[in-house]
């Protein structure tokens, strides 16, 4: 009921390891930082400038190779769907990757994929992880610690902290994720929050219908399943366990706990 195999598929995210071992879901964010610190990370130290100054240019990162966006034709298509295209005399670089002027990186553990698509004004702390596919828009705010699956979305002035997003999880607009994962297909609605700290000293506990148990954290926001759909202004309180396909309604906020596949929360 608590494991993560209840709440995902993980047969095609890329970092199921993360929950290798794990009893229960919320462990996959106690694996976070050692997963991280162990990955490999390319040296972008001779492309993106140092002390999280913003480029200056836009680049495109094409296999080993770094053109300049001055060198390069950009379709600036939806990312997540495909249609991001970059052609260089008229041959399209298949899976190239668009860094845009003004972007900043603290940093330097960073993973970027094909066909990402980083908007101006974005700030990105290492260590990130962006799979493929995956679209950071303008003015995002990555704190580290971030793992994004193929054809993300993180949104205009979304904030993401130590959390996990499993391919195609989507926070379009204006959201605050701290110490949280979203599902296969999971989206949150424009302003949705998920808290990730108690008022009171102490753990994050977590109900269960069996009673409560500790989940080892100090900060923790949110579990989102598979397809889970939340409205507009939502707000989850700190140890949230939303089964797949559950629909939160605007306005809401969500009491801590479990709450079991298919759910609909009301205020």
Same mark, same amino acid.
């Given at each position: 009921?608590?494991?993560?195999?209840?709440?995902?598929?993980?047969?095609?995210?890329?970092?199921?390891?993360?929950?290798?071992?794990?009893?229960?879901?919320?462990?996959?964010?106690?694996?976070?930082?050692?997963?991280?610190?162990?990955?490999?990370?390319?040296?972008?130290?001779?492309?993106?400038?140092?002390?999280?100054?913003?480029?200056?240019?836009?680049?495109?990162?094409?296999?080993?190779?770094?053109?300049?966006?001055?060198?390069?034709?950009?379709?600036?298509?939806?990312?997540?769907?495909?249609?991001?295209?970059?052609?260089?005399?008229?041959?399209? =670089?298949?899976?190239?990757?668009?860094?845009?002027?003004?972007?900043?990186?603290?940093?330097?553990?960073?993973?970027?994929?094909?066909?990402?698509?980083?908007?101006?004004?974005?700030?990105?702390?290492?260590?990130?992880?962006?799979?493929?596919?995956?679209?950071?828009?303008?003015?995002?705010?990555?704190?580290?610690?971030?793992?994004?699956?193929?054809?993300?979305?993180?949104?205009?002035?979304?904030?993401?902290?130590?959390?996990?997003?499993?391919?195609?999880?989507?926070?379009?607009?204006?959201?605050?994720?701290?110490?949280?994962?979203?599902?296969?297909?999971?989206?949150?609605?424009?302003?949705?929050?998920?808290?990730?700290?108690?008022?009171?000293?102490?753990?994050?506990?977590?109900?269960?219908?069996?009673?409560?148990?500790?989940?080892?954290?100090?900060?923790?926001?949110?579990?989102?399943?598979?397809?889970?759909?939340?409205?507009?202004?939502?707000?989850?309180?700190?140890?949230?366990?939303?089964?797949?396909?559950?629909?939160? =309604?605007?306005?809401?906020?969500?009491?801590?706990?479990?709450?079991?596949?298919?759910?609909?929360?009301?205020?």
């Amino acid at each position: 009921m608590l494991t993560c195999t209840s709440f995902f598929d993980l047969s095609e995210f890329s970092y199921s390891k993360l929950f290798m071992g794990t009893e229960y879901v919320w462990q996959g964010l106690s694996h976070l930082k050692a997963f991280m610190n162990e990955a490999l990370y390319p040296d972008f130290s001779k492309i993106f400038p140092k002390n999280g100054e913003p480029l200056t240019k836009t680049i495109v990162l094409h296999e080993a190779d770094v053109y300049s966006g001055d060198e390069v034709d950009i379709t600036f298509g939806d990312a997540p769907k495909g249609l991001l295209k970059v052609c260089k005399d008229g041959k399209i =670089l298949d899976g190239a990757s668009v860094i845009m002027a003004g972007v900043s990186f603290l940093g330097n553990q960073i993973q970027i994929g094909k066909g990402v698509l980083i908007e101006p004004g974005v700030m990105i702390s290492s260590p990130t992880i962006i799979d493929d596919q995956t679209v950071v828009r303008q003015g995002a705010y990555i704190r580290g610690y971030c793992v994004f699956g193929k054809r993300c979305v993180v949104g205009h002035v979304t904030e993401v902290k130590h959390s996990i997003f499993l391919n195609d999880a989507k926070a379009g607009h204006f959201a605050y994720l701290g110490d949280s994962i979203l599902g296969n297909n999971a989206n949150l609605g424009a302003g949705t929050k998920l808290a990730n700290l108690r008022f009171t000293s102490g753990n994050v506990q977590v109900k269960t219908p069996d009673g409560s148990l500790d989940s080892g954290l100090r900060k923790f926001g949110a579990i989102l399943g598979d397809n889970v759909q939340t409205g507009c202004n939502s707000v989850t309180n700190p140890g949230t366990l939303l089964g797949p396909r559950c629909m939160v =309604l605007p306005n809401t906020t969500v009491p801590s706990g479990l709450h079991k596949a298919c759910s609909i929360i009301r205020s």
